[in-house]
């Protein structure tokens, strides 16, 4: 026990000594919590929009100022015909276009008809369905209140409440992501050097040698790492408690014990590819470039799982990160308690004492 | 000159030989860029619902079915109250709860008015706003099929604008096209960003770079001989990824590649002076690698891969326009999607230029021989 207290004290004060690693490692989730919480956000406003009118009345001039007036499009400028769309369209200058034909009053009043034609720069297809669909609201609150004297019998009114986010602001499901993404990668990468480490120096030979049981070196490496996770969280949980608004619902206890289990399972990750690499440089690349991108986009929180094809969403499965996301949304957000993330916890659990027993067999106490 | 050839077989020989670090280098990306795009839908097509009817009536099965045959909700299960239903929603089971309340037919039709609740989970915004924008729409359509029919007064005759609306560039809604150029951007950035990184540190920590530092090798020419292994493998990864763009996704650049390949040469000359600063300031590559992946991921998530950077606020717009990989992103889409030429480019290449000038200048004049 005695030696392990030692080697644990090693280890943290090589951890310590490391100014410009221990900076990044706490100012990662601080500027990553402050920069993404303010913003990022899934909400599509300010789109640059051009208008060409071809027939300046006054239906069109009070259609225009509403779609001037309104927060989702930022009215860039008026074209004269609609041979520049293409030019400005190619510039990236305006994201959406407008076109009143010529006599679009005149057609209004005489026919009771009028058309006029919405151009989307579609090679961003979410950002073009959004905005299309804004645009016909404003059409459809014009066309009612032209409609309004004549009255609209059997009229149903939709009455709808946003929960848990009612100005739906992006921070809310960026928060629990970053979470999930900053600890899991920052857990992974911090641990994936810490065997191979000693490798490339030389060093593994003294330790290998001395009589100390390898899982006593394992637990020597995670304990530093642990602690700096565990304050790491707090520091995210205070940002956004005090710089978001959003304070957790549910019971702090529950939530800082399941990222517990989630920051040793990343951990247990890290010690995986740090016992199979053979340099320094290939385990960092591999706990960069093979986790980073997977993390993002498997976790759940920048693009629905649902939506992917059943492959995708049974690898998904194995990404710890996913089920964390969903803890920390029903405890953190909606304040459930454990009856309903149980299913979550076990699977972390599980995936946690997989990892390490793999990690731990593996340790090979030979150098070659 | 001749010193650079030898300078330059050396790393091609340190890198060639490193058979884990290469598979790193270059299948890890590949794979994922295969894959990754298949995750990255954004349509919202499976909203799942929990209906409570209390009416049971004509009118509120036909609202129903109207609702589930449009396609973008799947309707989970019937609640008996809507405090179930709301239960639905907080266990994740539902994102909408739709309350029909009782009479809805019979004040529908004694009193011309009735309401309807509905609750939307709001933590993903997109999908709720999305998913409210279509459920008020189909409830609009259905309040007009119920009008016509049940009311013998012909439509409401007051004049209507009606909005025809196209999508250019990408008239399917592909949503693959837009994120398979990017994912592509962020693997280049990942691989010469954090490799230029290690690679000094890695000569520093074993000693190898004092070996260098006594020999008339010249600082640019050191630094150049790190720079154009790292280049050339950085058009050698961009160039694979054109070609599994175009055999798993079929995306072809609309624009010419020599657009797309002087733009990619400014940018690693960016994105490698960045990784040269960064190893300019670290002892060891734990130290090369924290603050590059620092980096990295603010990149990843600020550059508008993901959500569009005109939505934030100005403070963060003007921060982003400093981050190089916003560049060459928005380059990417558009010479890929729309064949935007050099003359639509102007402005983000300049600035990519300028960056990459900056952060490299820097980087030479922080690299000292001695230490």
Redesign the interface.
């Given at each position: 026990m005695r030696q392990l207290i030692t080697f644990i004290r090693k280890e943290f004060l090589h951890v310590f000594r490391d100014r410009k690693s221990l900076l990044m490692l706490f100012g990662l989730p601080i500027a990553q919590i402050v920069l993404f919480g303010f913003a990022l956000s899934n909400e599509i406003k300010n789109s640059r929009i051009a208008i060409v009118d071809y027939s300046k009345d006054a239906t069109t001039t009070r259609l225009i100022s509403k779609i001037a007036a309104s927060d989702y499009f930022d009215f860039q400028r008026s074209l004269a015909g609609a041979d520049q769309l293409q030019a400005a369209f190619k510039k990236g200058d305006i994201k959406m276009a407008v076109i009143f034909p010529a006599n679009f009053g005149d057609d209004l009043m005489h026919t009771g008809k009028a058309t006029m034609q919405v151009i989307a720069d579609a090679s961003d297809p979410n950002q073009a369905t959004t905005i299309t669909n804004y645009l016909s609201q404003i059409v459809t609150d014009y066309n009612a209140e032209l409609a309004k004297d004549a009255g609209q019998p059997m009229q149903i009114n939709p009455e709808t409440q946003m929960m848990y986010n009612p100005e739906l602001r992006g921070a809310p499901n960026f928060v629990p992501g970053v979470m999930a993404l900053v600890l899991m990668l920052v857990c992974t990468m911090m641990t994936s050097v810490a065997i191979v480490k000693e490798k490339e120096l030389g060093t593994m030979e003294i330790l290998l040698v001395s009589p100390f049981k390898p899982v006593y070196i394992i637990i020597a490496k995670l304990a530093p790492n642990l602690l700096i996770s565990v304050l790491n969280l707090f520091i995210i949980l205070l940002l956004s408690w005090l710089f978001l608004d959003l304070p957790v619902k549910g019971s702090l206890l529950l939530l800082v014990t399941c990222s517990i289990l989630f920051i040793l399972t990343s951990l247990s990750i890290g010690l995986l590819l740090s016992i199979n690499a053979q340099t320094q440089q290939a385990a960092m690349m591999g706990s960069l470039m093979g986790m980073m991108l997977p993390t993002m986009l498997l976790t759940g929180f920048l693009f629905p799982i649902e939506n992917m094809p059943l492959a995708l969403q049974i690898l998904s499965n194995l990404v710890p990160s996913r089920w964390y996301f969903i803890i920390v949304k029903r405890v953190m957000l909606k304040g459930l308690g454990i009856t309903a993330i149980w299913r979550e916890m076990l699977i972390l659990t599980s995936m946690c004492v997989l990892l390490f027993t793999i990690s731990l067999r593996k340790f090979k106490i030979r150098l070659q | 000159m001749r010193t650079l050839i030898f300078l330059l077989e050396k790393e091609f020989r340190q890198i060639l030989r490193?058979r884990?670090?290469l598979s790193?280098?270059l299948i890890?990306?590949l794979i994922?860029l295969i894959?990754?795009p298949?995750?990255?839908?954004?349509?919202?097509?499976?909203i799942s619902l929990a209906v409570v009817d209390n009416d049971h009536s004509p009118f509120s099965q036909r609202l129903i079915n109207k609702i589930t045959a449009s396609g973008h909700f799947r309707l989970t299960g019937y609640a008996p109250s809507y405090p179930e239903a709301?239960k639905m929603?907080?266990?994740?089971k539902a994102d909408i709860a739709l309350q029909i309340p009782i009479h809805f037919e019979r004040d529908?039709?004694r009193e011309?008015?009735?309401?309807?609740?509905?609750?939307?989970?709001?933590?993903?915004?997109?999908?709720?706003?999305?998913g409210?924008?279509y459920?008020?729409?189909i409830?609009?359509n259905?309040?007009d099929d119920?009008?016509l029919r049940?009311?013998s007064?012909t439509p409401?005759?007051?004049?209507?604008?009606?909005?025809?609306?196209?999508?250019?560039?990408?008239?399917l809604?592909?949503?693959k096209?837009?994120m398979v150029p990017a994912?592509l951007v962020?693997?280049v950035t990942?691989?010469a960003a954090?490799?230029s990184a290690?690679n000094i540190v890695?000569e520093k920590e074993s000693g190898t770079i004092e070996q260098i530092n006594v020999t008339p090798i010249k600082k640019h020419i050191f630094i150049l001989g790190k720079m154009i292994p790292f280049l050339a493998l950085g058009i050698i990864l961009f160039t694979l990824g054109l070609v599994v763009g175009w055999i798993f996704y079929g995306i072809v650049p609309i624009g010419s590649l020599l657009v797309l390949y002087a733009s990619l040469i400014v940018y690693l000359f960016a994105m490698l002076g960045l990784g040269l600063l960064l190893a300019t300031?670290?002892?060891?590559?734990?130290?090369s690698?924290?603050?590059?992946?620092?980096f990295?991921?603010?990149f990843?998530?600020?550059s508008g891969v993901?959500?569009?950077v005109?939505?934030?606020?100005g403070w963060?717009q003007a921060?982003?326009s400093t981050f190089p990989p916003s560049h060459f992103i928005?380059i990417m889409?558009?010479v890929v999607?729309?064949?935007?030429?050099f003359s639509?480019i102007t402005w983000p290449l300049t600035a990519m230029a300028l960056i990459g000038l900056f952060l490299n200048t820097w980087a030479v004049l922080n690299y000292r021989k001695t230490s």
């Amino acid at each position: 026990m005695r030696q392990l207290i030692t080697f644990i004290r090693k280890e943290f004060l090589h951890v310590f000594r490391d100014r410009k690693s221990l900076l990044m490692l706490f100012g990662l989730p601080i500027a990553q919590i402050v920069l993404f919480g303010f913003a990022l956000s899934n909400e599509i406003k300010n789109s640059r929009i051009a208008i060409v009118d071809y027939s300046k009345d006054a239906t069109t001039t009070r259609l225009i100022s509403k779609i001037a007036a309104s927060d989702y499009f930022d009215f860039q400028r008026s074209l004269a015909g609609a041979d520049q769309l293409q030019a400005a369209f190619k510039k990236g200058d305006i994201k959406m276009a407008v076109i009143f034909p010529a006599n679009f009053g005149d057609d209004l009043m005489h026919t009771g008809k009028a058309t006029m034609q919405v151009i989307a720069d579609a090679s961003d297809p979410n950002q073009a369905t959004t905005i299309t669909n804004y645009l016909s609201q404003i059409v459809t609150d014009y066309n009612a209140e032209l409609a309004k004297d004549a009255g609209q019998p059997m009229q149903i009114n939709p009455e709808t409440q946003m929960m848990y986010n009612p100005e739906l602001r992006g921070a809310p499901n960026f928060v629990p992501g970053v979470m999930a993404l900053v600890l899991m990668l920052v857990c992974t990468m911090m641990t994936s050097v810490a065997i191979v480490k000693e490798k490339e120096l030389g060093t593994m030979e003294i330790l290998l040698v001395s009589p100390f049981k390898p899982v006593y070196i394992i637990i020597a490496k995670l304990a530093p790492n642990l602690l700096i996770s565990v304050l790491n969280l707090f520091i995210i949980l205070l940002l956004s408690w005090l710089f978001l608004d959003l304070p957790v619902k549910g019971s702090l206890l529950l939530l800082v014990t399941c990222s517990i289990l989630f920051i040793l399972t990343s951990l247990s990750i890290g010690l995986l590819l740090s016992i199979n690499a053979q340099t320094q440089q290939a385990a960092m690349m591999g706990s960069l470039m093979g986790m980073m991108l997977p993390t993002m986009l498997l976790t759940g929180f920048l693009f629905p799982i649902e939506n992917m094809p059943l492959a995708l969403q049974i690898l998904s499965n194995l990404v710890p990160s996913r089920w964390y996301f969903i803890i920390v949304k029903r405890v953190m957000l909606k304040g459930l308690g454990i009856t309903a993330i149980w299913r979550e916890m076990l699977i972390l659990t599980s995936m946690c004492v997989l990892l390490f027993t793999i990690s731990l067999r593996k340790f090979k106490i030979r150098l070659q | 000159m001749r010193t650079l050839i030898f300078l330059l077989e050396k790393e091609f020989r340190q890198i060639l030989r490193n058979r884990q670090i290469l598979s790193t280098l270059l299948i890890a990306p590949l794979i994922q860029l295969i894959l990754l795009p298949l995750a990255a839908d954004y349509s919202v097509k499976n909203i799942s619902l929990a209906v409570v009817d209390n009416d049971h009536s004509p009118f509120s099965q036909r609202l129903i079915n109207k609702i589930t045959a449009s396609g973008h909700f799947r309707l989970t299960g019937y609640a008996p109250s809507y405090p179930e239903a709301l239960k639905m929603v907080e266990q994740d089971k539902a994102d909408i709860a739709l309350q029909i309340p009782i009479h809805f037919e019979r004040d529908l039709v004694r009193e011309n008015n009735k309401q309807l609740y509905v609750a939307i989970n709001a933590i993903e915004g997109t999908k709720a706003n999305l998913g409210g924008a279509y459920l008020a729409s189909i409830i609009r359509n259905y309040n007009d099929d119920i009008r016509l029919r049940w009311q013998s007064t012909t439509p409401s005759t007051s004049p209507q604008i009606e909005a025809v609306s196209t999508n250019w560039y990408n008239p399917l809604l592909n949503f693959k096209l837009y994120m398979v150029p990017a994912i592509l951007v962020v693997l280049v950035t990942v691989m010469a960003a954090l490799q230029s990184a290690l690679n000094i540190v890695h000569e520093k920590e074993s000693g190898t770079i004092e070996q260098i530092n006594v020999t008339p090798i010249k600082k640019h020419i050191f630094i150049l001989g790190k720079m154009i292994p790292f280049l050339a493998l950085g058009i050698i990864l961009f160039t694979l990824g054109l070609v599994v763009g175009w055999i798993f996704y079929g995306i072809v650049p609309i624009g010419s590649l020599l657009v797309l390949y002087a733009s990619l040469i400014v940018y690693l000359f960016a994105m490698l002076g960045l990784g040269l600063l960064l190893a300019t300031y670290s002892a060891t590559q734990q130290q090369s690698m924290s603050l590059a992946f620092f980096f990295i991921n603010i990149f990843n998530m600020m550059s508008g891969v993901f959500t569009a950077v005109d939505s934030m606020p100005g403070w963060a717009q003007a921060i982003v326009s400093t981050f190089p990989p916003s560049h060459f992103i928005k380059i990417m889409r558009m010479v890929v999607l729309k064949g935007s030429s050099f003359s639509d480019i102007t402005w983000p290449l300049t600035a990519m230029a300028l960056i990459g000038l900056f952060l490299n200048t820097w980087a030479v004049l922080n690299y000292r021989k001695t230490s």
